[in-house]
């Protein structure tokens, strides 16, 4: 995998310190924080060759976490999060034991035994969120982080806004983006969309506002995104109101992270929330 971001400390006592994990199939990213301080200290974000078959990655994956000795660290609190599109929320009143495969089959075609099917439980919002992931990912990070705590991306933003005002909330990723849609302290809808151009991001934007009858809408961006890019300047057409993400409110950051813009991370840092 290619390196984007490393950001390692010299030293530090993995023993006071929690790790997150953010996988996708486009990459994975990782935040270290020492949770007495409340302060991230370290972050890598590594990407995978789109031009390789995806059969490559976990190979890609192994050999990158036993390359970097930061990433083998026997921290008291580790964190995975999935970044996969494969996923599907299910009220509680509609969930039994056998729903996850079969809606998750019924969207994205059939589960095989190549593929390891999982659920979180979104309490505040009542749903059952089931995904599927490639079952030699999960394979590869439950050897190296055994007692890891694992979830999917998508049950962080459904109970993540309380606020009442409507919000498009983005991530951009290399070469997909994670939208979700917040109206009157709801997230209603969370998707994963592949883009190549700016007219594609705002194609999906404007798709997912009309939805609701919106002729305008607050957005709010994250990940790797700049704001003098042909990409911030197409969405500038449509949304008359656009922020980038702040970091997490009551979180320290090592001088070497303030240095990046705050919404380069703040998504990932998000996962491993202070306060």
Not at 53 to 66: E, S, T
Request: proline content about 3%.
């Amino acid at each position: 995998m290619k390196t984007y971001f490393e950001i390692v400390p010299n030293s530090f006592y993995e023993e006071d310190c929690s790790m997150v994990c953010e996988m996708s199939y486009e990459g994975v990213s990782f935040a270290i924080k020492h949770d007495r301080d409340q302060r991230f200290i370290g972050l890598g974000v590594y990407h995978f060759d789109k031009s390789r078959p995806l059969v490559g990655y976990p190979i890609a994956l192994d050999i990158l976490i036993n390359s970097r000795p930061f990433l083998n660290r026997k921290y008291h609190k580790i964190s995975l999060v999935y970044s996969v599109k494969e996923s599907v929320l299910i009220p509680f009143a509609l969930y039994n034991r056998n729903t996850a495969a079969n809606a998750v089959s019924l969207l994205y075609g059939d589960v095989d035994d190549r593929e390891k099917v999982m659920t979180d439980i979104i309490s505040e919002s009542q749903y059952f969120n089931c995904f599927r992931v490639n079952n030699r990912v999960t394979e590869v990070l439950e050897n190296h982080y055994p007692d890891a705590a694992q979830w999917h991306l998508y049950s962080s933003l459904v109970g993540s806004n309380k606020n009442s005002e409507a919000k498009l909330s983005v991530i951009f990723y290399s070469y997909k983006i994670i939208v979700a849609m917040y109206l009157n302290g709801r997230c209603m809808i969370v998707n994963t969309f592949p883009y190549q151009s700016a007219q594609d991001v705002s194609y999906y934007l404007l798709s997912v506002r009309n939805i609701f009858g919106l002729a305008d809408v607050d957005l709010e961006v994250s990940g790797f995104i700049e704001q003098e890019s042909s990409l911030y300047h197409e969405l500038y057409k449509y949304f008359s109101k656009i922020s980038f993400e702040s970091l997490p409110e009551f979180c320290e950051f090592s001088e070497d992270i303030k240095q990046y813009p705050a919404h380069y991370f703040s998504h990932l840092f998000a996962l491993d929330a202070c306060g």
